[in-house]
């Protein structure tokens, strides 16, 4: 089948397509849940004195008293059995970006034959997948297959169900045979303590005696496109690089901003419906839905949740979007830019820290400039960007990120920190060596009786920044938004706690010296303004004045690409922090930068080889043929005494030659090998590869333009982004 017979029978069917029937939602306390073995479902079927030590094991991170294990898997058995269960997964995160599950049967056969159902306490506490398999960066050899999974408590066991059944799933860490992390689970774990520790000793010295455990909360917004699955089996880079390498933008785009909050598609509404409906069973409290700026591209965000949990409930937010997608006829992208020339996606992180009896530590309530906590935690991060936003920039580099960065739709690649008027004005007066006062917020009256008068925010937002403060807590605003979002919550809180620590030792050492403790505070406080203040910043982070005054006054990193980005994970600072904390061991880090320098390098030989192979197969075969119709009718016009202009004929030949020569030399770049480091190679796919590609591309996209539309061999933009 030539493509465009394949584009003409995808659109008749989309066209006929008859949509899938909307459906009465079920009331929310009917669905919420009802696929998680949660604690009241623990209350209900564990013994009290069980249930009590896995509750405080979740609650406040008591050691796992793994005597209990077989009386809780016989409960979760007999619940999973009751849902239609007849599986049940170890499920955990490897470094991938990906979610691994292994089933296996609760099915253990009897000496006479018979069968019955079988699920023990080891079985629940420890698996063994393949160590060797999966992405490890030299930790283990391929004949070096060993590795564990392990129950992690703190994160609900739940049931996943298919059009094929229902299977038990259980969260998991995953560890090699000699107890290195392969997963993004184990060092989020860490994190989270060694924050914790460090939170508590300053919450200590502020003179709090009781202090509930202080853990992470994140709240992603997930952005996402939505195309039609006829046209993406259509396209080859669509199937297997998740964007389009070629496409010449549609003669509308985003331009008219009528998409952002517009009237969402019904058959989009339909399967939002479905996808929410799903998470809800799964205790994933999504929340928000809209239209994003871009045509097809929507977003979905949950409430805020802890860390942990957060992270595992985003990884099953994006498989039931990409599994419920198929069900609609629809392909979901998480690609930070499926489509050139209009907005990508992204992931906002949402991040803050708390506990239940200090409540939210970056609240400032209505007078920060009074909230000495606040102002304490909130400097500790600001410090914390300063000194290792690289190490931020690198928790978010991936060859597709990279497309998205520094665009109208992301941050720039600079980490820099914004905090809003009111705040911006406080720390000001700590770095003039007095606290006064806090700007007033005011209020909204706009003068009409039947409008209602309200309270302002305290500052504007800046859609520019990276590294937001949004009233409560902080966005992290340049996460792709196909990572996990493990790593970057790794990142912020080991550098939180890295500065809490420094907090703690700059105020034991002034009140030991006999310094009364505000003194001590504001002393504290206006050291990391001091020294810290440069990566403040409330402007225009696309401008090129802010990208000069950032690294030539500022000395702020610009690292534009993940092959800049990545060897800042081999940084003795870096490797120092991590350590020191206990998150990362020396190995464990150095593995993973082996693992993503390889996927990056990877990913962008994917694309170059697709590059190659729908310039060849596609879009030569589609121009020829096209020339030749032309040259055919000009010759037969001119039969009959008319000449065709052959200017436009001539600007085809031209850039299908171009298009060809490039393809020649991308060719044979690929073929490169002989690279000294990985760092190199990685600058190489940068600085060669991808430039050749957008070369090839710049001159593909100019023949799609001009040659007719009946021959061209693959879905356009017009069509992909439009029809629906």
Known sequence: MSGNTARVQAVQTITNRQPMPAKMPESLSDLWATDVFTLSKMKESLPKEVFKSVKKTIEVGAELDVSIADVVAIAMKDWALSKGALYYAHVFYPLTNATAEKHDGFISVQSDGSVISEFSGKVLVQGE??????????????????????????????????????????????????????????????ANAAMN??????????GHKDIATVNSS????????????????SRPDLLLAGRTLFGASAAKGQQFDDHYFGAIPERVQVYMQDVEEQLYRLGIPAKTRHNEVAPGQFEI??????????????????????????????????????????????????????????????????????????????????????????????AIATASNDHRLGANEAPPAIMSVYLGSQLDNVFEQISNGKITGSLNAGVMNLGINTLPVFNKDAGDRNRTSPFAFTGNRFEFRAVGSGQSVAGPLVSMNTMLAESLDWVADSLESQLSAGVDLDTAILKTLKDIIDQHGAVVFGGNGYSAEWHKMAVEERGL?????????????????????????????????????????????????????????????GIYPAVVKYLS???????????????????????????????????????????KHDFATVEEHMQFCAKTIRPLMDEVRQYADLLESEVADNLWPFPTYQEMLFIK
């Open 129 to 190: 997948p393949d160590g060797s398999s999966f992405p490890n960066g030299g930790i283990r050899s391929t004949f070096e297959a060993r590795g564990y999974t392990a129950w992690d408590v703190t994160s609900p066991a739940y049931i996943m169900t298919t059009d094929n059944g229902a299977t038990l799933c259980i969260p998991t860490v995953f560890i090699s045979w000699t107890g290195e992390a392969l997963d993004k689970k184990t060092p989020l774990l860490r």
């Open 197 to 206: 520790k460090a939170a508590t000793r300053v919450l200590s010295l502020l």
């Open 218 to 233: 994140c709240g992603a917004e997930q952005e996402y496109f939505l195309v039609d699955a006829n046209f993406v089996s």
């Open 301 to 394: 965000a949950p409430f805020f949740e802890s860390a942990n949990v957060a992270t595992d409930h985003q990884q099953l937010l994006m498989t039931v979007l990409k599994n419920t997608a198929k069900k609609h006829g629809l392909v979901c992208l998480l690609h930070e830019k499926p489509f050139k020339g209009i907005n990508g996606s992204g992931k906002h992180v949402n991040w803050s820290v708390g506990n239940a009896t200090q409540g939210n530590l970056l609240d400032p309530g209505h007078t920060p400039h009074e909230n000495t906590q606040f102002l304490l935690f909130c400097g500790a991060v600001i410090r914390g960007v300063h000194k290792y936003g690289p190490l931020l920039r690198a």
């Open 557 to 617: 990193a610009n690292l534009r690409t993940a092959a800049d980005a990545l060897p800042v994970l081999k940084e003795a600072y870096i490797v120092e922090l991590f350590s020191k904390f206990g998150v990362l061991s020396p190995v464990e880090l150095a593995s993973r930068f082996e693992i993503y320098a390889e996927q990056y390098i990877l990913a962008i030989d994917v694309e170059a080889k697709l590059v190659i192979s729908m310039a060849k197969t």
């Open 629 to 671: 119709e032309l040259s055919a009718t000009a010759a037969s016009l001119k039969s009959f005494g008319v000449d065709l202009d052959n200017a436009s004929m001539l600007k085809i030949a031209e850039s299908l030659a171009n298009m060809t020569d490039t393809v020649s030399k991308l060719s044979t770049a690929l073929h």
